[in-house]
């Protein structure tokens, strides 16, 4: 019986309007990457061609949020990424494990709404599902190393974020 309920915890958190967003988002990043396109620009044309066709599906708020987010903070995200990466650059991992990683680093470092523990385990659940058998552990192993500074490097950018000009 608590199996069954892990099952069915498992399978709601898979299906949770955040997760498919994440999942999109991943989709988005590797597919510009694939095409050498602006991620910012190719999930703008996608908001475009889903506006008024029904069969294509819209994209999510949150997703929009997180593909424009990793193209405006890349260097930030993809530098954040590499000082944690051991024997390995960015440019060998597999496409689909940077894309990953992107999504997760840009929420630790960005999003104040996406607890941590979120962040992390949504990567490492996005890892069983698109790569290969070892990427779970060293999604986990890269970002378990990330939020040990992700509230530092919030702390620092805050303090050095210009105030915004009264509208």
Known sequence: ???????????????GARHKARRRAVDLLFEAEARDVDAADLVQERVELSVGDQQIAPVHAYTRTLVE??????????????????????????????????????????????????????????????STDDSPSFVNGVLGQVVLVAAQVRAAAAATRRPEPDA
């Open 1 to 15: 019986m608590a199996e069954e309920s892990v099952d069915r915890k498992s399978t709601y958190k898979k299906l």
């Open 69 to 130: 987010g990793v193209a405006d903070d890349l260097d930030r995200v993809d530098g954040t990424i590499e000082s944690y990466l051991k024997d390995w650059e960015l440019s060998r991992l597999p496409a689909v494990d940077r894309a990953i990683l992107r999504v997760a680093v840009w929420e630790l470092l960005y999003a104040n709404d996406v607890p941590p523990v979120v962040a992390v385990d949504e990567a490492v659940e996005l890892a069983k599902e698109l």
